[in-house]
């Protein structure tokens, strides 16, 4: 079983920077596949980023390439994700997931536990 807690989100203005984090509890961390996904209003839940266990594997959706960076610390237990010139299409509630499967998953119904999320608003 693990738990997540996101943190981070906050209203920004276009262009500017947010940090989230994501803290899981337990001993068993760095053998999830963490995932970054965000649900707008009205919207389906889509994918942001992925990172593998050890952290070398990660895929981004195309509107955030250049932009957003995750990243985790397995001694800290904590999933980042680094957004970077922010735009209003951004605007959304931000998931933190964690998967016991391998691979780059971009697939919600592929991960196994969830966070509460963190809402992230970019004012234009």
């Known amino acids: 079983q693990v738990q997540l807690a996101e943190s981070g989100g906050e209203l920004v203005q276009a262009g500017g920077s947010l940090r989230l984090s994501c803290a899981a509890s337990g001993r068993t961390f760095s053998t999830y596949t963490m995932g970054w996904f965000r649900q707008a209003p009205g919207k389906e839940r889509e994918f942001v980023a992925v990172i593998g266990r050890s952290g070398y594997s990660i895929y981004y959706v195309d509107s955030v390439k250049g932009r957003f960076t995750i990243s985790r610390d397995n001694a800290k237990n904590t999933v980042y994700l680094q957004m970077n010139s922010l735009k209003p299409e951004d605007t959304a509630v931000y998931y933190c997931?964690?998967?016991?499967?391998?691979?780059?998953?971009?697939?919600?119904?592929?991960?196994?536990?969830w966070g509460q999320g963190t809402q992230v608003t970019v004012s234009s």
């Open positions: 997931a964690a998967s016991r499967r391998f691979g780059l998953l971009t697939t919600p119904g592929l991960y196994d536990y």
